[in-house]
């Protein structure tokens, strides 16, 4: 990490003057906490947030967007909402007849990473950071990737761009402990237990699209409970394409024998006592 940052910190000074950041914001715990990062080392470098709007994103107890939002005002950094304008996530995943899958994640390129790109082509500058929120922690893939590499799909004669992932080597624990020492507010969607202000309701780990590829068999259930309207739109889907989103079953029975194996399990439990 220190590398990284060090790196960029010279790519900064050899390019001042034009040289800016993109923060790749969801309002999420992480790329709220790579903003704070990334002002806290470069106060004097332009920055901008851009935020990548599926339209499938969560709308209560109040929206990603106005989150984000109020996130980027707290740091005085403008927010850009960009998206794809010919489909939504859900327009994309009856087109074609199939839901994006971890080695085809199709909602990720088309409807992040190609708005976030055109983007940052109207950015007038010569070096550009795009930052994103990944964490090696997450995930083992991701634990073997490198924080700082140049993107050669946007970079050109007068324009060098950076893909950067400034918090890489944070823990959980860290970010989690940034945000209740700095007072900066999580999303309520978020458990309990990232919460140190009192907030509850929330049943998520993780922000992202309101019912998504890598949700587990609890975020799951946990949806079909706290989003019905979110749960039942994918499950509709489902029904309509012929073609569940995960391998196991349908949402519908991945949740139900989700929840008889929690009660099995409670009654052992209570019956142990």
């Known amino acids: 990490m220190c590398h990284s940052l060090d790196e960029v910190k010279c790519l900064v000074a050899r390019f001042a003057g034009s040289a800016a950041f993109v923060i790749n914001h969801s309002g999420g715990k992480d790329s709220t906490r790579m903003l704070g990062f990334v002002r806290e080392f470069f106060q004097n470098t332009p920055t901008f947030a851009v935020m990548a709007d599926t339209g499938f994103e969560h709308q209560r107890p109040v929206s990603a967007e106005d989150f984000a939002r109020s996130r980027c005002d707290a740091f005085d950094i403008p927010l850009t909402v960009v998206r794809n304008p010919r489909r939504t996530y859900l327009e994309m995943v009856e087109q074609r007849g199939m839901f994006p899958s971890a080695q085809y994640r199709q909602c990720t390129s088309d409807l992040k990473r190609g708005p976030i790109e055109k983007y940052i082509r109207t950015l007038p500058f010569r070096l550009i950071f795009n930052c994103l929120g990944i964490r090696s922690e997450e995930s083992p893939p991701r634990s073997k990737l490198q924080p700082l590499t140049r993107n050669s799909s946007l970079s050109t004669k007068t324009r060098i761009v950076y893909n950067w992932y400034p918090i890489f080597d944070r823990s959980l624990s860290d970010v989690l402990s940034w945000h209740w020492t700095n007072a900066v507010p999580l999303h309520p969607v978020y458990i309990p237990a990232f919460h140190q202000d009192g907030t509850t309701g929330g049943y998520l780990r993780r922000l992202s699209c309101r019912l998504f590829i890598f949700s587990t068999d609890s975020d799951l259930l946990a949806i079909r409970k706290h989003d019905p309207e979110a749960f039942h739109a994918i499950s509709e889907l489902e029904q309509k394409i012929g073609f569940t989103m995960r391998p196991a079953g349908s949402l519908v ?21």
Request: hydrophobic residues 45%; proline residues 0%; glycine residues 0%.
């Open 253 to 273: 029975q991945i949740t139900d024998t989700t929840r008889l194996v929690s009660e099995a399990r409670d009654a052992q439990i209570c019956l142990a006592f």
